[in-house]
Structure formats: structure tokens, C-alpha cells
């Protein structure tokens, strides 16, 4: 009987292990892009089995099922993974190793719970096993493994060429190889493999996103009032005629043409105010249930109430505070840069506010190094830095997980209610963590007072109620502690989600949503809370997001800053609003776009036409690309030197 060929069985494992990776992750499985996914995999299988042919065959049968393991693991890594915190791995991961790594206790229970669809994942592995006499293992002689050595050029010929498949359509295999580094999409639109294979080359020699430049017209001012842009005097030409590096004359050339936002009406409403500044450990807008968060309920109904807000999910908590303290796009190479403390950050919110003539505070109730907090938050100018075991330890219970929010605004208001001067205060919370069972301190704490209610909703969803309860008791008692100290009408409080809970699955998070979410972009909808006790509500229908945080607060203090240097904007300005996602989606004013499948969909009452789609895919894939470049050029330090 003839024997299996070598190359056969590679090609259709491949096949079999990305198709089947689809169907667990995608509403989409056929789509245009596959061609050059399996142009791919035909030229991957073609080379190993150039490799296997090299080696006796005993190596030969050794080299053929380590390799095939190690395949089936990956895939059924990246599955675990992103279906239960929604990213992809790739080798920049390492960079937030111990984002991952914070999860690992419950690695065994996630993979338990996949595990008939991990063991679909490792069938080319149990099928190879079982028909292993029939496949052929035998080292080819020489001229053989020459023919395949050319087969193997071919292959890639092929490859290469099928990148050209509708080139110019957006988010093409084309411009995915060519302009844009987005694991997440690669992984969507050519495959798992492909995507390994472009990540370390891309790791070896790096990969440069192709940056658009326009000359962007003025925003129109009002007739009555004119009033002048959010802008500092900084010399992009002399930067410009004073560097030899390309990429930092193009991010010049950039933003010399930006025009930044206008002030506005809100422009120094809240100087010399108190601000005290949240980032809500996993805090969404399904927890808002006026029976059990009164507080936070009520704040997110009054004050600037934003109805189109979201908190895109980007590389878990230190993706979300990169984001809301930095006004700037995530991703790894930029966390990197963060983490380590080697950026110079001018316009950082702590430095900006002491300027100003104020006292700053940063507190968290969990680890003060974890993800290198202590370090990216001393470079905003937060000098003073509090959370567990660097002093906090001595106040609240450190050991219990997750920690009590309510513990830490109990013991650290004190520092900063009777400043003489004006304060700004950030506070991290850790409260809402994932873990949600009954198991989770803040959740049993929690437990009776969510049983009472008879939800109609899963476990995990009413655990995860139960974690947010904590998070409006802490608001509660700072309210009253202000309101005791005669300051709760001289302050700010800004609060917003670092993510969804992405703990939850989609059907679980629709069980408390007041509609039905999609996974991709409705699901990240929340509330950003800017709220102060005596000011009138003002609706904001204006899209927004995390980056528009912090010139939307340094507007609102009167602060000087240069808003061509942020990607995110004033969300109270007249610049358009937009909020950009993981896998380069996005929504406007006028609509949504979803990269994956190429649609738009636009609002109720708005006509938009294909140039206006086109021309804003290439905006965002340019602020992301200039987000990255901001971050790894330490570009603020190099401007900074120019500024008059």
C-alpha cells in the first residue's frame, strides 16, 4: 500500500487547525484573505517538509511529531487565551509577562473548561499517531530534496503573489504586510502560522507603520466667541532641520500639520478645583443598577453624561491606565517603553497640576510594582506614590484578593482633605477584579446583598455585581468624607473602566446589558463619569474613549497643553470623535467600522460614502502608528528641546 506523504499531512494539519481555529473564535471563516492564508500554508508545509527529508528517519519521525505538538499547543494557547482576555499572544507579550502571569491560577481551570475543543485542537496530532506506519518517513535522496528546495521557492512565488488579492481594499493580506503591525488583525484576516512567522520577523528586524500626512483644514469657531487652540509654541522645523532620523521628521512633519483643538465653552471651568481621578478596575456600564450602586448610578446620570463612550480593551488593566493617563494608542512596544521609566513625559498629569500650584497623590490597594506601576507613575510626577508594600500594608488587608476599595479611600483621604493647596488625586482600584465567584473576597462580601436581588443572571455575572458594590461603597464614603470637609463642591471626580470584564463571556455580559452587545466593539460601551456636585448636566453624544481623557481634563482645568501631541482629544471640543480598538475598528460620529469583515455600519440619520471609510481607516491606522512612535522615539523630549 502506498505510504501518506509527508507534505500532505502537513498541508491539511495546518488547514485543519486554522479553519478550526476560526469557527471557535470568528463569525467569519470564508473570507478573501484565505487565499493568501493557505498560499502560506502550502509553502510552510513544502518547507518542513524540505527539512524532514534532510534527516534519517528515525529524526526524522522525532523532528515531525515535536514540531506538530508544539503547532497544536500554539493554537491551543492562543484559543485559551484570547477567549478568555481577549488578545492575542505574540512575542511582544513577554513584555506584560506578568499580566499573564497574574492569571496562571486559573490557567488550569480556563483550559478545563476548553478542553474538548483543545482536544479538536490536537487531533493532527492523535490522527498522525494513529496512521503512523502509513505515513511515509523515509529520507529522500539528494536530487529529490533539490526539487523540493525549488518547490519551496515556487510556493512563496506564490504566496507573495497572492498578496496582491485585493490590494487595495482595506485591511488587506497587502497592507497588513506591508503598512500595518496588528497582531490581532493578522491573525484574523491570514492566520495563525502566517502571523507567528511575520511576529519574528518583525521582533528581528523591525517594522515601521506607514504614517499619512494631510494638511488638515481649521475647525469652524463660533460666530459670538472665538476661541484659540489648545496649543503650545513649539519649533517642529527647527526639529526637523536639526535631526538625521527619517521617522522623526515625518512625526514632526505630522504634527506641524495637525492643527490641535479649539477651547471652548468648558475651557478653566474646574481651575483651581480639586480633581480626583479613578481608573475602576474592570468598572462597565452593566454594573449600573440604580438598586445596587446608588452612587455611581446617579454620577453617571449627571454631571458631563457621555452616551457614546467606550473603554476599547487593549492588553488588559495596563493597556486601559497606559491609555487614560498618557492620551495615547496602546500596544506592547509602547507598554514596553512605558514600563521601563525611560520616557520623558512634560505634559505628565501629576507634573502639569503641580505646576499649577497643586498636591498630588497616586494610590493603589494592590502591588506597588506590579507591571512596574511605581516607575511609569514617577515619571508622570507622582512622587509620592502609595499601594501595598511600599506603605499602604500597614493600613488595609494586603493578603485578601482582591483588595478592598473601600479600605483604601478609608485610610488614605486623610493625606490630601485638609491641603491648603488644591489637590489631584489618582486612585487604581482593584475591587472589580477578575475571579468572579463567590471565592472573590469583594464578591462574598458582597454575596447576600446580590442573593436578595433573585437575578435573573449566571454566577459570574452576579459575583462580578457583587465586586462592583464594593467599588460604589468607596464612592460613598469619599462623597461624605468631601462633603464633611466642605470640599465635595470644589471637586472633580473622573472615573472610568480600564476594560470590560472580559471574564465574562458575551452571552454573559448581554444577560445584564440593556441591549444586545456585539464582541467587538459594543461590548467595550461604558460610562466615563465626569462629575461634580454643583454643576448643571450637560448630554455628550460625541464618541469617545480612554486617550480623550486626559486633554478633556487639562481643558477643563485650564491647563497648558500642546493637543496636537496627544492622539486622543478634548471630547468637549469641536474635533470629531473617535474610538479605535484591538484590531484597528473603530466608531466615529457617523458610524462603526469592523477590520475583520470590512463593514460599515453607519448611524441612524448619517450618509457616508466609501472615500469617508477609506480616509478614516488610514487616520486611525496613522494615530496608532504615531502612538507607537511617540513612545519609542521619546519624541516629547525631543520637541520639548524646541519649544519657545
Not at 494557547?77 to 506578568?98: E, P, T
Not at 491609555?323 to 513625559?345: D, I, K, P, V
Not at 478634548?570 to 477590520?595: C, H, Q, R, T
Amino acid at each position: 500500500m502506498k505510504k501518506i506523504n509527508l507534505f500532505l499531512v502537513y498541508f491539511i494539519s495546518f488547514v485543519y487547525l486554522e479553519f478550526l481555529y476560526r469557527i471557535l473564535l470568528y463569525d467569519k471563516v470564508f473570507i478573501p484573505s484565505n487565499i493568501t492564508m493557505i498560499a502560506f500554508l502550502l509553502f510552510l508545509a513544502m518547507v518542513f517538509f524540505f527539512v524532514n527529508k534532510l534527516l534519517k528517519d528515525k529524526a526524522n519521525k522525532v523532528f515531525f511529531y515535536i514540531f506538530l505538538v508544539i503547532i497544536c499547543t500554539w493554537f491551543s494557547a492562543q484559543y485559551v487565551v484570547k477567549s478568555f482576555m481577549d488578545f492575542y499572544i505574540s512575542f511582544s507579550i513577554l513584555q506584560i509577562a506578568d499580566q499573564v502571569g497574574s492569571f496562571l491560577g486559573k490557567a488550569v481551570i480556563e483550559v478545563l473548561r476548553r478542553i474538548l475543543w483543545i482536544a479538536l485542537l490536537f487531533l493532527p496530532v492523535i490522527i498522525s499517531g494513529i496512521l503512523h506506519k502509513k505515513i511515509n518517513f523515509k529520507k529522500r535522496k539528494f536530487k529529490n530534496s533539490i526539487i523540493i528546495l525549488i518547490l519551496c521557492f515556487a510556493l512563496y512565488g506564490v504566496y507573495y503573489g497572492s498578496l496582491y488579492v485585493q490590494k487595495d481594499k482595506e485591511y488587506s493580506a497587502y497592507i497588513l504586510y506591508h503598512e500595518v503591525n496588528n497582531p490581532s488583525l493578522n491573525i484574523e484576516k491570514v492566520g495563525v502560522l502566517n502571523t507567528f512567522v511575520l511576529d519574528i520577523h518583525r521582533v528581528i528586524f523591525g517594522f515601521d507603520e506607514k504614517i499619512h500626512i494631510t494638511k488638515k483644514k481649521k475647525a469652524d469657531t463660533p460666530k459670538e466667541i472665538v476661541y484659540g487652540y489648545n496649543n503650545l509654541d513649539l519649533d517642529f522645523d527647527a526639529l526637523m532641520e536639526n535631526t538625521n532620523d527619517s521617522l522623526v521628521k515625518e512625526m514632526s512633519e505630522y504634527f506641524k500639520n495637525e492643527t490641535g483643538t479649539l477651547q471652548n465653552e468648558y475651557t478653566g471651568m474646574f481651575k483651581g478645583k480639586n480633581l480626583i481621578l479613578f481608573m475602576a478596575e474592570s468598572f462597565n456600564e452593566i454594573a449600573l443598577r440604580e438598586d445596587i450602586m446608588p452612587n455611581l448610578y446617579k454620577m453617571s446620570k449627571e454631571g458631563f453624561v457621555l452616551n457614546n463612550y467606550y473603554t476599547p480593551t487593549i492588553y488588559s488593566t495596563i493597556g486601559g491606565e497606559f491609555q487614560e493617563l498618557s492620551g495615547l494608542y496602546a500596544n506592547f512596544s509602547s507598554l514596553s517603553q512605558w514600563r521601563s521609566g525611560s520616557n520623558t513625559f512634560p505634559m505628565g498629569i501629576a507634573k502639569l497640576f503641580q505646576e499649577a500650584g497643586y498636591n498630588t497623590y497616586a494610590y493603589h490597594n494592590n502591588s506597588y510594582a506590579f507591571q512596574d506601576r511605581n516607575v511609569y507613575l514617577e515619571k508622570l510626577g507622582f512622587t509620592n506614590f502609595k499601594a501595598c508594600y511600599n506603605g499602604l500594608e500597614e493600613l488595609i488587608n494586603c493578603h485578601q484578593w482582591p483588595q478592598s476599595d473601600v479600605e483604601m479611600i478609608e485610610t488614605t483621604y486623610t493625606d490630601f482633605i485638609n491641603s491648603e493647596k488644591p489637590f489631584m488625586v489618582f486612585y487604581a482600584t482593584v475591587s472589580g477584579h477578575a475571579g468572579y465567584s463567590w471565592s472573590n473576597a469583594m464578591a462574598r462580601k458582597h454575596k447576600e446583598e446580590i442573593e436578595e436581588l433573585d437575578l435573573d443572571y449566571s454566577l459570574p455575572v452576579q459575583a462580578y455585581l457583587g465586586t462592583q458594590m464594593e467599588l460604589d461603597d468607596a464612592l460613598e464614603l469619599l462623597i461624605d468624607k468631601l462633603k464633611e470637609a466642605g470640599k465635595l463642591d470644589d471637586t472633580l471626580i473622573v472615573l472610568v473602566g480600564d476594560h470590560y470584564p472580559y471574564e465574562l463571556t458575551i452571552e454573559q455580559v448581554n444577560e445584564a446589558a440593556s441591549y444586545k452587545k456585539d464582541s467587538v466593539i459594543e461590548v467595550n460601551h461604558s460610562h466615563l463619569i465626569i462629575w461634580n456636585s454643583k454643576m448643571e448636566t450637560v448630554k455628550v453624544d460625541k464618541v469617545g474613549s480612554q486617550i480623550d481623557i486626559i486633554p478633556t481634563v487639562y481643558n477643563l482645568f485650564g491647563l497648558p497643553y500642546d493637543s496636537r501631541l496627544f492622539i486622543g482629544h478634548d471630547i468637549l471640543s469641536s474635533e470629531p470623535g473617535l474610538a479605535m480598538f484591538s484590531d484597528n475598528s473603530w466608531v466615529s460620529d457617523k458610524g462603526k467600522y469592523f477590520a475583520s469583515r470590512g463593514s460599515f455600519e453607519a448611524r441612524d440619520g448619517q450618509e457616508v460614502d466609501d472615500e469617508y471609510v477609506k480616509d478614516m481607516n488610514v487616520d486611525v491606522r496613522t494615530r496608532i502608528a504615531m502612538s507607537k512612535y511617540i513612545m519609542d522615539k521619546d519624541y516629547y523630549k525631543l520637541i520639548w528641546n524646541y519649544k519657545k
